[in-house]
């Protein structure tokens, strides 16, 4: 999230009109659930942005980031208004006229030019002078010889509203802390990153809803992981609601309605209530085994992000962890992990699945992971143009090989100390074999210096897989199949690489299909490579997780699955409503089509006969 720390003793946000009836404001349904609750947003900057002066040598610096910050601030709006042409004719009014009399303040306004001037002849730092300006300007309004009052308290407040967007850009730090939340708020924000999320504390937040963020970007990701109801995607929602408004949040709908009509609230009640059966229903399956109908064993794992999920996999059943990813480790903070921490992380996570398989793979920075600690110094402008096409995954560990030395080497230590353990490595953005032939000599480097060291290192040393994410590695599968001890398939970037959709970005979400034929048919050739060299093949993209497609997902040879915990039991209820040989019949079908909504039908049909009804 780009914003600073909540206040949370300010007094809710006045709108620009008092609103009581119903608004649905819809957006992408990430994670599912029912959540009625208040709201609690945090786009408000910190109500005290500590006073700041500056030297008289800083004034040109300080000019150049207020103007970076407006200029970004006009971009936000500029994208927010773009996208409320999609919210019902109502909230449209409202917020057109709104998001207009921001942006021109965001132009050569008093509220600018007054804080320009501060900077200079004050020698104030950006984000005092903006607002120290934005509070005389305030004081001005409120005090006009004028019998609108209400018209006054609106100007007023659209000054304090933009100077706060401006001191927020300012001011922006990703370390926030979410501890004190109200209990079962709904917490709502522009933009949630995924550091963010592992923040959140799931007895504490029923429901989360963004203006920004994609259906399989890390921020959904974590949400599900966590079992929080949410809604992304959201255009127009922060303007929509205002702190302390009722609202029933549809993470399966995709949608939030503020100020809920009473029939609104009571069918969310219904729905909670047939969320609980459910979920009780599913709980029975827990010891139950993955087996089709005609006896054929399938492996249902368990994702994890950070290490608060371990008791939820536990609940789910699963038979080990097929993706530990290990970017928890490196987020919110400004120091990376050493190898002790490492090691101490790893012990827990492989401690608690109790000799069930645990797939470790390495960092995956870069692209929407963007992680303080290894964001400067690193790689200089390692952003560029392109991110998610730049120094990301096994790229980036490969120009500093120290960090995958101390990953390997913790997890080397850890794999030694728990001898009845199965634990795997896994390499993230693999695009060419040498890749993975470059990383192999780095593990086997770390695992001569450990032995040298005394460590007890097994003779044959933990696999070494790697993740099937991009077209190029899925159309070079077999080839990499030959450096390679297990494949691991993300469907999620392999879709958005593919495809050329970001996969946290809203404004491209209708055009973010793993069921496009391309996608499937790289998932299909990565799969066929490994089966044919009886290599271990899994699929851990969100893919796995959607028991619509654990069909077709078996039908194209896939055994072993990884997914959010709680998506598990879903999965299993499918896979023992299933028979292998319709499944290969069924995918073949889908196989041959290349259009995208006749998959997504056939899809839809095969579930609905054969799944829904068991
Ligand atoms: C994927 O890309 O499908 C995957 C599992 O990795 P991540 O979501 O962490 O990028
Ligand atoms: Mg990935």
Redesign the pocket.
Known sequence: MKTEKNDRTEAPRTKSKARSSEVVVPGIAVSHGVAVGLVYDTTDPPAETPHRAIPADAVDDEKQKLAAAVAFSRKQVGKLKTRIGVLPEEAQEELEPLLDAHLMMLGNSRLIRGARKRIETELLGAETAVQEEAEEIRAVILAAKDDDKAGLARRANEVRDIARRLVRNLTATPFRSFKDLPEGCILVSEELTPADAALLDPSRVAGVATEEGGA?G?TA?MLRALGIPAVLGAPGLTEAVQRGDQVVLDGTAGTVAVHPSAATLATAKEKLTAFAKERAKLSKLRRLPAETTDGEAVELQA?LEIPQELPLIAQAGAMGIG?L?TEFLFMNREDLPDEEAQVEAYTQIVGAMDGLPVTIRVL?WGGEKDMEALAEGVAPGHAGSNPALGLRGLRMLLKRPELLEVQFAAVLRVAAAHSDSHVRLLL?MVTVPEEVRQAREVYERVARRLRRRGEKLPEKLPPLGV?I?TPGAALAADAIALEADFFAI?????AMYTLAVDRAEAEVSHLYDPLHPAVLRLVQFATEAALRLRMPVSV???MAGNPQLTPLLLGLGVRTFSMNASALPRVKQAVRALDIGDCARFARRVMEQSDPARIRELVAGFAEGVIERA
Request: glycine share 12%; with cysteine; aromatic share 0%.
């Open positions: 399989d890390h990701i994702n993706l990813r995956d993230p993740m994410e993300g469907t999620n970037d392999l851990c993209g969100e």
